[in-house]
């Protein structure tokens, strides 16, 4: 009797699933998160870049409440395609993956003027919480998918945007 022994070859293109278009635009923040080096600063310079261009047409007495709206807006859409993204790299985290960095850049800005100084401060205070993640940012991280991906900015965002708003209270800031 001969046995017959069957190979089964799997395709790892098809492994993982590919994220549709409108996640990876969102995801890497329309490819600034394809950016050397450091392309989470490159996703909050364009998010910074783009509230300076967006911010300077509406009223001021509205700037407040349409950054808020961003926040909400890039948050709830910014999740679900962290999550494709992510998945699709096959990391829980990966560097490409930017929507976070806009976010959280945005929240910093909340009701700051839309002078260069605010504007660096803001960069400046986002960067630093979002790369050292003090208490208890990083454990924000450990959440599923693209909440734990978004979540560790926002709170990153918080904690710049507490200083950005003592800075100005102060008059350190104008």
Known sequence: M???TAI???????????APLWATLTGTFF???????GPGTWGSVAALLLWRLF???IPTQFQT?????AVIVVT?????????VAREAGKEDPSHVVIDEVVG????????PLHWQSLLAGLILFRLFDITKPFPIRRLENLPGGTGIMLDDVGAG?????IMQALLHYGILR
């Open 76 to 84: 709830a859409i910014g999740i679900p395609a962290a999550t494709l």
């Open 8 to 18: 089964q070859v799997v395709d790892e293109t098809k492994a993982t699933p590919k």
């Open 31 to 37: 490819y600034a998160g394809r950016m050397k080096p």
């Open 105 to 112: 850049q945005l929240i910093s800005l909340i009701a700051a």
């Open 55 to 57: 911010g300077g047409m």
């Open 65 to 69: 409440p349409a950054i808020i709206g």
């Open 2 to 4: 001969i046995e017959t």
């Open 158 to 162: 918080l904690y710049a945007l507490a």
